[in-house]
């Protein structure tokens, strides 16, 4: 039996893969490399000496996705495939609705026409929308303040009334902090096609020369020293999570979302500093007006994965910095 990754080529779908090898389990990955490459792959497999198998398809076309289920024995999947980016969300709506809402209802389709009924969702913390104050629980009522945040909540919806609808569904949307890092390895990272819009790619190509300075949007948050306070998680814990997930399946009944963070909160000069303690290279930085529709601080209350997947984050910041900068020190043009 294998699990079907979709998004497997991508920044967490690649470091899930990872450790999913490292375990024997079986992959499949799908993926239609809109913000992904094969390359990815190559150092996969020199990390783990397997070469997962690919099949590159666009979850939205269903005749492909059914071949890859008659083709494979898949007993659950990790669905990653999405488009990511909040600021072109706002300027291709559609297309975040196409692909990351009715993707995943052909995916789920798919599923179902095959009786596989197990999957981990990747959500984010953006659920929580900008009203409540945190730690954030899942308990909490959620919103969304731009499409890609309404494409990650009409799916949480869509999956809790499936659930509702059919008890052989098992399902568990993981609410992610803010990933960053890497493998400790240097070989597989975050790779944005583009001026990276979130903060430690934009510092970690800051620090390689890529660009010229960080803005700091915004000083006068509330917050410790003013500037925006997040729960950074290392994306080889949140894989990780991905693992204990795919295990917790077969326990679990019916949907669940859980927040996947360390529940501590670290502000933005905080990361400038450490970056430049652990690289040893300058950041030069402006601060500029608050980025519109941010927050002030934003962190979970991480105990209910302790309690349903028996997970916690064990990466702590200095780790989450230093394998950011091996990768990106080693790659400076990511996997180009
Ligand atoms: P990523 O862009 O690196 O990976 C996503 C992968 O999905 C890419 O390889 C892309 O080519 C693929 N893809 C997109 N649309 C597809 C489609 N229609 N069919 C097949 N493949 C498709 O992003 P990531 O950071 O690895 O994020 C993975 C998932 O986690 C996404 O769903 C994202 O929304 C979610 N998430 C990410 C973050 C974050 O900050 N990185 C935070 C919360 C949630
Ligand atoms: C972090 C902090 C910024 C860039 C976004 C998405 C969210 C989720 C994770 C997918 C904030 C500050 C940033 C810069 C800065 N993704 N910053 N200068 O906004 O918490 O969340 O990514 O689900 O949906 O909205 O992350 O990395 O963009 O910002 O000062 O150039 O860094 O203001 O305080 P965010 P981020």
Known sequence: MSLLITG???YIGSHTVVELLNTNQDVVIVDNL???STKSLDRVEKITGIRPVFIEADICDKDAMRKVFSEH???AVIHFAGLKAVGESTQIPLSYYHNNVSGTVALLEVMGENNVKNIVFSSSATVYGENNISP????MPTSATNPYGQTK????HILFDL???DPEWSIISLRYFNPIGAHKSGLIGE???GIPNNLLPFVSQVAVGRLPELNVWGDDYDTVDGTGVRDYIHVVDLALAHLKAVNA???LSGCTAINIGTGNGTSVLEIVNKFKEISGVDIPYKISPRRPGDIATVFAKADLAEELLDWQAERDLNAMIADTWRWQSQNPNGFE
């Open 136 to 139: 954030l629980v899942e308990t």
């Open 163 to 165: 659930a509702k609808s």
């Open 8 to 10: 497997g080529t991508g």
């Open 34 to 36: 809109a913000n992904s």
């Open 191 to 193: 790779n944005p096609n």
């Open 249 to 251: 399946l077969s326990i």
């Open 153 to 156: 909540l009409m799916v949480e």
């Open 73 to 75: 024995d898949i007993s």
